[in-house]
């Protein structure tokens, strides 16, 4: 069940909607109109070493967790 991000043509208002299925019917949750439209959703990749982000989560800090880093 992906959530997909929409823009309304009717008022403006963009918003994210959970789809169930491809048949399911999709309306603005502001002015109810069922013009819209599906956006490209900006996904975040997680960081790896080299951006300073711990890629295996806090517990592979002390190692418990039995992850390698």
Known sequence: MPIFDYHCTGCGLDFERLVRSADERVE???CRSAKVSKQLS???????????????GPCCAGGGCGCSN
């Open 42 to 56: 900006v996904v975040a990749a997680p960081r790896g070493r080299s951006g300073g982000g711990n890629p295996g």
């Open 28 to 30: 603005c949750p502001e």
